[in-house]
Nanobody
């Protein structure tokens, strides 16, 4: 059974930083391209960043230069380091495979506000 458990969200001021973590189970993690997604109220879920098994990374234009995705294949965990956060980054953040499985975790709320 595929399962994702996200953590690390919170309330942060504009310009601040957060590091999200997501532990996966039920998949062969080390060969899976992993991604971070986000969904803001009233918006569709969007793909923010991906990292392949070979550590090739891609980012949405809106986060390029501010966010860094990484992975630890021993811990089956993918991370998202978010710097220079903006109010428009406010969303629930999820991890999943790219392309995603139908099963999603609960996500972690990130709120950027002064």
């Amino acid at each position: 059974q595929v399962q994702f458990v996200e953590s690390g969200g919170g309330l942060v001021q504009p310009g601040g930083s957060l590091r999200l973590s997501c532990t996966a189970s039920g998949i062969i993690f080390e060969i899976t391209t992993m991604g971070w997604y986000r969904q803001a109220p009233g918006n569709q879920r969007e793909l923010v960043a991906t990292v392949t098994s070979g550590l090739r990374r891609n980012y949405a234009n809106s986060v390029k230069g501010r966010f860094t995705i990484s992975r630890d294949n021993v811990k089956n965990t993918v991370y998202l380091q978010m710097n220079s956060l903006k109010p428009e980054d406010t969303a629930v953040y999820y991890c999943n495979r790219d392309p995603p499985f139908q099963s999603w975790g609960q996500g972690t709320q990130v709120t950027v506000s002064s």
